[in-house]
């Protein structure tokens, strides 16, 4: 089944204990993307990724890295987590990087920072 | 730089009446533009979307969209609510005001269908 895959779905974690969630996309997609959704701010990209070995800034880059070493994973790495990443996290990739592509999104990790 | 406004964080409809969900964005660039869906605890899934092609788009379960230049807007409308249709939708358009394929979101606008 083609699909994008995020682990863990839930975490919570304290300050400053760094932490990784993979995202991995089975359909040889060029493009991911990382996102955090916040209620009354919609989505927000945090990084994304045009192909292997690159990566650039969305929206909200401050706190977060990430590293596409593989076509088919992308992990999110917070170094040093703090309350105000507390959110929602959807994974999502698409087919090509001309933008007009359609975005198949994971299911979302839910993180709590204490 | 890009933005995209939706109009009403909520919206409540009867079911049986009209969906209007309404998107303006903002453009220095021809925007590729789409609606997604987001159903409780699950991520989001498109609706439809607008790459240049036909200004009138028709998407998944009855819903469509009207691309309109001059009003630089992207409403979903459907004809008869049903109620299936609660949940969140979103609006999106790439690429960013430089011609990078960042993909800038709405705020979301939540559809409750009334019985």
């Known amino acids: 089944e083609a699909q994008v895959t995020q682990n863990p779905r839930y975490l919570i974690t304290v300050t400053g204990k760094k932490l990784t969630v993979t995202c991995s996309q089975n359909?040889?997609?060029?493009?991911m993307s990382w996102y955090r959704q916040d209620p009354g701010l919609g989505l927000r990209q945090i990084y994304y990724s045009m192909n292997v070995e690159v990566t650039d800034k969305g929206d909200v880059p401050e706190g977060y890295k990430v590293s596409r070493k593989e076509k088919r994973n992308f992990p999110l790495i917070l170094e040093s987590p703090s309350p105000n990443q507390t959110s929602l996290y959807f994974c999502?990739?698409?087919?090509?990087?001309?933008?007009?592509?359609?975005?198949?999104f994971g299911p979302g990790t839910r993180l709590l920072v204490l | 730089a890009q933005s995209v406004t939706q109009l009403g964080s909520h919206v409540s409809v009867s079911e049986g009446a009209l969906v209007l969900l309404r998107c303006n964005y903002s453009?220095?660039?021809?925007?590729?533009l789409f609606w997604y869906v987001q159903y409780p605890n699950q991520g989001l899934q498109l609706l439809l979307k607008?790459?240049?092609?036909?200004?009138l788009v028709k998407g998944i379960n009855g819903f469509e969209a009207e691309f309109k230049k001059s009003e630089t807007s992207f409403h979903l409308t459907k004809p008869s609510a049903h109620m299936s249709d609660a949940a969140e939708y979103f609006c999106a358009v790439t690429p960013d005001y430089s011609g990078t394929y960042k993909y800038i979101f709405g705020t979301g606008t939540r559809l409750k269908v009334l019985a």
């Open positions: 607008y790459t240049s092609a036909a200004t």
């Open positions: 359909m040889n997609h060029e493009y």
């Open positions: 453009s220095s660039v021809p925007p590729y």
């Open positions: 999502a990739s698409s087919l090509g990087t001309e933008g007009q592509e359609t975005q198949y």
